[in-house]
């Protein structure tokens, strides 16, 4: 945790405006490694520009690291974690690099280096040679390639870089150096019941201001024996009482978090395990921010690795099953649409099947409303024709299949939500399309009236 703090003799450190309008109007070729405070300046990069300063340095070309939170101008980089290397002259941005792309690090260098000793040699008969960067996306590999095009256009060089800038949440994915690609994960963390009670708007804004999404959240109680098994490893050591203790004091709250790389990200923001330690090493780190007086044991968590993080999150969030159902009427063209939308967000469809509700099923179906005054024309509807009957099984299947139907009224989902499939294709606040249990007992219940009973297994089976 200490890359914190490390200084870097090779780079000058600017984490103020004063000290980055400094250093922007200095002469010569700047080239600054934008970091994240989780990731760390880039070490990979560094070793290039090491090489580079070696081989063409002179006093016309300098380097330095900035952090994305620390400077106005570089706030649009934020949550990045691929290195973005950004390449100044008097105060202008000439090109952006993202990634540890070795051979197009030293050649823009190279190349503007060579433009600086000109604008030496030449003073005010220098005329600039604009060369420009393209970006070529391909969204459906979620690839962006840099691409020196060497055309003599401005307002091109100036797209490309808005378009770097304005996109910065584009999955850019570049080299990397060990030619892995950065990519959306999913982690566990949990915050334990002292910090929950005491700082929970703080802890889960810092969460969201370090580029995290919460996908998922769940407060939960534990009892002994679930705090056991869920730190059975740690059984034996000096600490497991008072962690136990910790985890079923009260409500704790389970969250699953993604982002790029969100399982390493996660961790390196927690720092030690250790309270004492995380203090006095890495005191930025989330364990010593969010340390409670007088408790040792810290008071977040995060998975280790990929495979604990899909191992945690089912453990907290295990899949749910909830039954969908394409109302009557419905065309083969917004079946297949509706199926793909629901595939799309990840769902398994464990059962399917097209049946015509007899008037008592309708009546069953929708027992909750006898009485309403739109109750007859409401079986009347979805007993005049076959429905789509499916199963879609998730972890918070059933929250997240109300979120995808929208609200009751397609007119109150057209201002609040307009993506929603209600939004998009209900006709009237009866004939609404979709239907969605509303929670694990009417799912099961229903799940019970339209497939009988169906054992566990086979839905576990299907979902695979
Ligand atoms: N005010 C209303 N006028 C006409 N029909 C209504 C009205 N309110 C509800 N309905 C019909 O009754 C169904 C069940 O109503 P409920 O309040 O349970 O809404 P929902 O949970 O959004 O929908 P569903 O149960 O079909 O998933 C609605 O989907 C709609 O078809």
Same mark, same amino acid.
């Given at each position: 945790y200490s890359y914190y703090t490390f200084i870097y003799k090779l780079q000058i450190e600017v984490s103020n405006e004063e000290q980055w309008k400094e250093a922007l109007l200095a002469p010569g070729l700047l080239v600054v490694d934008v970091y994240q405070r989780w990731c760390g300046p880039c070490k990979a990069v560094q070793n290039i520009f090491r090489k580079c300063k070696t081989e063409y340095g002179d006093d016309l070309l300098r380097f330095a690291v900035a952090e994305a939170d620390d400077i106005l101008e570089l706030s649009s980089l934020k949550g990045k974690c691929l290195p973005v290397c950004l390449f100044y002259s008097g105060g202008k941005l000439l090109s952006i690099v993202r990634g540890v792309n070795g051979p197009l690090l030293?050649?823009? $260098? !190279?190349? +503007?280096? %060579?433009?600086? =000793? =000109?604008?030496q040699q030449l003073g005010s008969k220098y005329v600039p040679e604009v060369r420009c960067l393209f970006w070529v996306i391909s969204l459906r590999s979620n690839y962006v390639q840099e691409v *020196?095009?060497? #055309?003599? *256009?401005?307002s091109i060089e100036m797209d490309s870089r808005q378009l770097a800038f304005f996109f910065p949440t584009l999955n850019v994915t570049s080299d990397t150096q060990a030619g892995s690609i950065s990519e959306i994960q999913k982690t566990l963390a949990l915050i334990r019941p002292s910090l929950l009670r005491k700082r929970k708007d703080e802890i889960l804004k810092t969460i969201h201001d370090f580029g995290f999404q919460i996908a998922m959240q769940r407060e939960i109680t534990l009892t002994d024996e679930q705090a056991k098994e869920f730190y059975k490893d740690h059984d034996g050591t000096d600490y497991f009482p008072g962690l136990i203790n910790q985890m079923t004091s009260g409500? !704790? #709250?389970? +969250?699953?978090l993604t982002r790029e790389d969100a399982v390493l990200h996660w961790r390196g923001l927690l720092g030690p395990k250790v309270v %004492?330690?995380?203090k006095e090493k890495s005191p930025e780190s989330l364990r010593a921010q969010f340390a409670i007086d007088n408790v040792a044991i810290n008071q977040l968590h995060g998975s280790s690795t990929p495979e604990e993080a899909q191992r945690d999150l089912n453990k907290f969030f295990p899949t749910e099953h909830t039954l969908a159902v394409i109302k009557p009427d419905y065309t083969q063209? !917004? /079946? *297949?649409? $509706? $199926?793909? /939308? $629901?595939k799309e967000a990840g769902f398994s469809i464990s059962q399917v099947t097209e049946k015509k509700l007899t008037r008592d099923m309708a009546e069953e179906f929708y027992k %909750? @409303?006898?009485? =309403?005054y739109f109750y007859n024309h409401l079986v009347d509807y979805m007993s005049r024709g076959p429905s789509v009957m499916m199963i879609l099984s998730k972890e918070n299947a059933i929250t997240e299949w109300r979120e995808m139907m929208g609200p009751t009224d397609p007119e109150q989902a057209k201002q609040g939500s307009p993506n929603c499939l209600r939004a998009q294709f209900a006709k009237s606040i009866l004939e609404n399309?979709?239907?969605?249990?509303?929670?694990?007992? @009417?799912?099961? %219940?229903?799940?019970? +009236?339209?497939?009988? *009973?169906?054992? =566990?297994q086979t839905l576990l089976k299907k979902e695979k």
């Open positions: 030293q050649k823009t $260098i !190279l190349e +503007l280096v %060579d433009v600086e =000793k =000109k604008k *020196d095009m060497g #055309l003599s *256009d401005c409500p !704790l #709250l389970a +969250l699953a %004492d330690e995380a063209e !917004l /079946r *297949d649409s $509706i $199926i793909n /939308r $629901i %909750d @409303h006898v009485g =309403k399309v979709v239907h969605g249990s509303s929670n694990v007992q @009417h799912a099961m %219940d229903n799940i019970m +009236l339209i497939f009988g *009973d169906i054992p =566990k």
